[in-house]
């Protein structure tokens, strides 16, 4: 048996670092989606850089990366997409408001651009990897392919891993699919351009003591009905 | 200000217990879509079990859960369902293999069983939830409403979540959206019904130590790139 060689940065060359299970699921059923956010409270710098960095570290098709995700400080801009939000509290309570949008595209400039970064990560020739570029190149052209589904699947692949990431630091959250993407999509043209388009946001801080829904208990369907074994 | 109520099992009766960031990236740094699992390593049964756990505990759009998670043990049918894969060996190699199932409607009926759920948990007059319970329904009524996107993006933060609680558990992964859907449904037939379609599967285990893949630096784009700020 041979040894798989290894690279900095490699996943070879780091040894995880488990949590217990039961920490991981206490974390799990302490989240749930806020309500109301104490709104004096701030995410720590260093904490929220670990969640931008966690959620760019999702898994994506492929690992295209059909993504891109806007952090909103802006005050006036919160304010102004809290009406592209239901008037939502969240929106302009929370510590952080996230906008996860997906790429509108997939064409045969999204698949060089990835071979490219490929190529320079880990120092190979562009041409050795012609294999892995056709192999996209026939997926994004097959009949039928639905752009749209396919890069919302994956930027909600990257809404959970920033979810559980969350809940694993501690950080309260609240997704949130109720916003008028075509608002967001104005608003965040500058970052967006027209190759994006949002999807939903997350907003991120702590809980307010008096947030009513923390207290009420977790609504799931049994685990038996919903995970089956074959 | 009032203190919110608490119930059993509430996420106001739980402190979390935070792992530090430095672990959480470092697990997902770790992380990576395991091409060759090392076949005779199986996951313990409680690991698996806090595995499936996390897994139900997704967030979902107003809480709907519409999915289905299928634990595929049986061997042949592995082995079958391996040319449903194109024949990857992650489907019969690795440990666990699991299918995400997405609810194939969003009707009364869906609306209706959810709403008996909170009543029965919470403890609270179904009639009291008429106001959630229609907002639902004027949800999946809206016109134009794409059942497929809708719940197949519910389905990927399930999947995001699953791989980001196997991240950290210190259970190797991979995420494979290569299958054949039909064939899937139909093998899973006696547990899927017609109300749930296959998305996905993951598998998941250890990966094995001639694995090239782990031994390859890790692509992403810049963080710079990719997150931006306003």
């Known amino acids: 048996m041979t040894t798989a060689p290894t690279s900095p940065s490699s996943p070879s060359t780091l040894s995880p670092k488990p949590i217990d299970t039961a920490a991981l699921i206490n974390n799990l059923q302490w989240r749930y989606a806020v309500k109301k956010f104490d709104a004096s409270k701030k995410i720590p710098a260093a904490t929220w850089q670990a969640l931008e960095h966690a959620t760019v570290l999702s898994p994506s098709s492929f690992g295209l990366q059909p993504w891109r995700f806007v952090v909103i400080n802006d005050k006036a801009l919160r304010e102004?997409?809290?009406?592209?939000?239901?008037?939502?509290?969240?929106?302009?309570?929370?510590?952080?408001?996230?906008?996860?949008?997906?790429?509108?595209?997939?064409?045969?400039?999204?698949?060089?651009?990835?071979?490219?970064?490929?190529?320079?990560?880990?120092?190979?020739?562009?041409?050795?990897?012609?294999g892995y570029k056709n192999m996209m190149l026939g997926f994004a052209n097959q009949p039928g392919f639905d752009t749209a589904l396919w890069a919302a699947k994956q930027v909600y692949i990257a809404l959970g891993v920033f979810l559980t990431a969350a809940a694993n630091l501690g950080i309260d959250a609240c997704p949130m699919e109720g916003i008028d993407p075509k608002q967001y999509d104005e608003a965040l043209r500058p970052v967006?351009?027209?190759?994006?388009?949002?999807?939903?946001?997350?907003?991120?801080?702590?809980?307010?003591?008096?947030?009513?829904?923390?207290?009420?208990?977790?609504?799931?369907?049994?685990?038996?009905?919903?995970?089956?074994?074959?």
């Not at 790429?103 to 999204?110: F, H, I, P």
């Not at 060089?112 to 880990?122: E, F, K, L, N």
């Open 192 to 230: 967006l351009g027209n190759d994006y388009t949002t999807l939903c946001v997350a907003t991120a801080g702590y809980r307010a003591a008096d947030d009513a829904i923390a207290g009420m208990a977790k609504v799931r369907y049994p685990i038996g009905d919903v995970v089956k074994h074959v």
């Open 80 to 130: 102004k997409l809290k009406g592209a939000s239901w008037n939502q509290s969240q929106i302009t309570d929370a510590s952080h408001l996230i906008a996860f949008a997906r790429r509108t595209t997939l064409g045969a400039e999204d698949v060089q651009c990835y071979i490219d970064s490929i190529a320079a990560t880990r120092g190979v020739p562009v041409a050795s990897l012609d």
